[in-house]
């Protein structure tokens, strides 16, 4: 990368590194994926005087000891790639336990400087840290910051800098693994400087590797049959060695702690120990979780319905009426102006109709996740999810997937337990993506006004159960055996930054915005030519090759309800995208001319009248349910197949969801008859 300065990001899940690196990047930042792997990779640049710093946000870790995926990826990148300078974000308000990763990180031999997080909530705890004592300690630069208020970051650039050119002295401490370990450490590196292949890393912590038995390093070394000759010491005989090794580690860190850390004799309550008090109760917790996530749809509604008639508005009359007027004005065939005014503009239109809406879930749901809040619904739920084989962890994943099912699943591998991998891998699209929201809006809007948000908050509380539901299932069927241990540390509650939000929603919203430029563009333009056309040429929507699609699979939905070849053609459409099924709705009821203006002003009456020959309260119900449950996206279906590395899963996934779909939306609709509901 030239003369760029490389730097890497490492520490403890919410220790704020990615706050930090949000605050160094900026919008100057891309993600993608790490080589051969799923695990999501973050890049970003920053300028210091006349440097230009690419930064690599590595995957949070607890410790560098490669028993999971984003270990390894965190060590492999130090240890292969050499970045310059690595940057070790510390929660100041957890010193004890973050510095153990510290110390691993040290001991690669790559220059380490340690921005020692979230300062200001240490002093309103009464801690005092000696960050002079403590650096000398440690031997390594030790910058105090608080990540979320961008204190410290230029003094923090400042000593990246100056280090990666050698300008400050750097003395790393040596852990003293006692004389009998010391001198097993002294005769491995020994034998490695007769190893070729071990010349490019750094020997002391290579051969601490060895001795651990560390098999990763072993296969690399080509030393996997020379394993034995580490175990015939009377060490081995009181315990392993990593585990002998570890504890020095331990006794290392507590010495330094209590050195350069002075905390109050007695030490109260923090404020998020108080508040925890309630909202993690036994009993209070979930019925708290299940009314913020009710104020969070009620919200979605009443303020993005505030700016729907605005971008409403702007498809059905300025965009398709200066497009419908320009293309009269050249002379442009009929055709032509029905593809673009109804299929691009009426198809793209009908889904950013309801960005308002989108924007300000995701908004919400950004301040629950900043906050620190959504760690204790992980632990609100553990019990719960108990019951299904899963832990409270599983539960992280399928809260990302009211966002989108796609990072939710890729999610899953933060879960030990393969069992419980897959698990949670096949439960997860019934969570219900933001894709799905446009549906919600729209048939909420038609068949329950003035009910809306209770209408779409049963749907994602339904979604939840069928979960839950379908792994108890599961876990008496197909994925038998107990479940791992919870353990999770639950982060203070922090105030969440207008940055960070504006990040995190426009991360997904652009992916939205993408959909509708690629593939719902695509779909729209595909749809009306099915709709428009039949084999022997142009065709009335009735004869058109849509329609013989449509009614070929029909029969499938009467049970449910809506066994008309215009809502099957839709729900086929969606598994493209689930945005798709309103565009191609727009597209079929012909919604982008005088009906659909009317709805999108506020007059919903012509909608209804449109729709009334298909829907009613009960069936618009069950076509919802139906969209909740039924077969994702081919996104997702493509990250289910690279998650489980396996096509068996994959297309039972895709059957059975669309089954459970079935079921529960015939329930919903022959329930609901016999109870002359919604008629």
């Not at 702690?257 to 007695?266: F, G, R």
């Not at 096949?426 to 929201?437: E, K, Q, V």
């Not at 009335?540 to 066994?563: M, N, R, V």
Request: proline share 4%; aromatic share 10%.
């Amino acid at each position: 990368m030239g003369n760029n300065i490389n730097i890497a990001l490492a520490g403890n899940p919410n220790s704020g590194k990615t706050t930090l690196f949000n605050a160094l990047t900026g919008s100057r930042q891309y993600v993608g994926n790490w080589p051969g792997v799923t695990v999501e990779k973050k890049e970003g640049k920053t300028r210091y005087n006349d440097e230009e710093i690419v930064v690599v946000d590595l995957p949070g870790t607890y410790s560098l000891s490669p028993y999971s995926l984003e270990e390894v990826i965190a060590r492999n990148y130090i240890v292969e790639e050499s970045p310059n300078v690595v940057v070790n974000v510390v929660d100041a308000t957890n010193i004890e336990r973050n510095l153990y990763l510290s110390i691993q990180l040290i001991e690669l031999g790559t220059p380490v400087v340690i921005a020692l997080n979230m300062m200001d909530m240490v002093e309103k705890m009464g801690i005092n840290i000696e960050v002079k004592k403590l650096s000398k300690m440690l031997g390594v630069p030790v910058v105090p910051i608080v990540a979320s208020k961008k204190k410290g970051i230029e003094e923090l650039l400042d000593v990246v800098v100056r280090l990666s050119k050698g300008e400050i002295e750097y003395n790393p401490c040596v852990v003293d693994y006692g004389k009998d370990l010391e001198e097993k450490i002294s005769e491995t590196i020994e034998s490695l400087k007769l190893n070729p292949l071990a010349k490019k890393y750094n020997l002391r912590w290579l051969a601490i590797k060895v001795i651990e038995g560390d098999e990763k390093v072993l296969k690399t070394l080509n030393i996997d049959d020379e394993e034995e000759s580490f175990e015939d010491d009377e060490i081995s005989l009181l315990d392993d060695y990593e585990s002998i090794i570890a504890d020095k580690k331990y006794q290392f860190i507590t010495e330094i702690v209590s050195k350069a850390v002075n905390k109050p004799k007695d030490e109260k309550l923090t404020t998020s120990d108080k508040i925890d008090k309630v909202l993690t109760n036994k009993w209070l917790g979930i019925p708290i979780f299940a009314g913020l996530m009710y104020i969070v749809f009620f919200m979605t509604f009443n303020i993005g319905n505030i700016f729907l008639d605005i971008i409403d508005a702007f498809f059905s009359e300025t965009v398709s009426g200066w497009a419908s007027n320009a293309l009269e004005a050249v002379g442009a065939a009929e055709w032509l102006k029905s593809l673009i005014v109804d299929g691009i503009i009426g198809g793209v239109g009908g889904v950013l109709t309801f960005l308002p809406n989108i924007i300000i879930l995701f908004i919400f749901i950004s301040i629950l996740e900043d906050s620190g809040y959504m760690a204790r619904v992980a632990f609100i739920m553990d019990r719960a999810m108990r019951k299904i084989g899963l832990n409270g962890k599983a539960f992280i994943p399928m809260l990302m997937g009211f966002g989108c099912n796609v990072p939710a699943i890729m999610g899953t591998r933060t879960l030990d337990n393969e069992k419980e991998r897959i698990a949670a891998i096949l439960i997860n699209p019934f969570m219900s993506c933001g894709a799905r929201l446009p549906v919600y809006i729209l048939f909420a809007s038609v068949f329950f006004a003035g009910h809306e948000d209770t209408v779409v908050f049963s749907l994602y509380v339904l979604g939840i159960l069928v979960a839950i539901i379908v792994g108890l299932i599961f876990k008496k069927t197909l994925f038998k055996g107990e479940g791992a241990p919870f353990v999770m540390e639950l982060p203070p509650y922090r105030i969440p930054t207008l940055k960070g939000i504006f990040i995190h929603v426009w991360e997904r919203v652009k992916g939205y915005l993408v959909k509708a430029g690629t593939i719902i563009f695509a779909a729209s333009i595909i749809l009306w030519f099915l709709l428009g056309y039949n084999f022997s040429g142009p065709a009335d929507i009735t004869e058109s090759i849509g329609a013989s699609i449509g009614k070929a699979i029909a029969p499938i939905f009467t049970p449910l309800g809506f066994g008309n070849w215009r809502a099957a053609l839709s729900l086929v459409s969606g598994l493209l995208a689930k945005e798709v099924v309103i565009s191609n709705m727009a597209i079929i009821y012909g919604l982008g001319e005088t009906v659909a203006e009317a709805a999108l002003e506020g007059d919903i009456t012509g909608f209804a009248s449109t729709l009334s020959n298909t829907f009613n309260q009960l069936t618009a119900y069950a076509f919802m349910v139906f969209v909740l449950l039924y077969t994702p996206c081919v996104a997702t279906i493509g990250v289910i197949k690279r998650e489980t590395n396996s096509w068996k899963w994959t297309l039972f996934s895709i059957a059975y969801q669309f089954v459970v779909a079935w079921v529960m939306s015939m329930l919903v609709f022959q329930v609901g008859s016999l109870l002359g509901l919604g008629l």
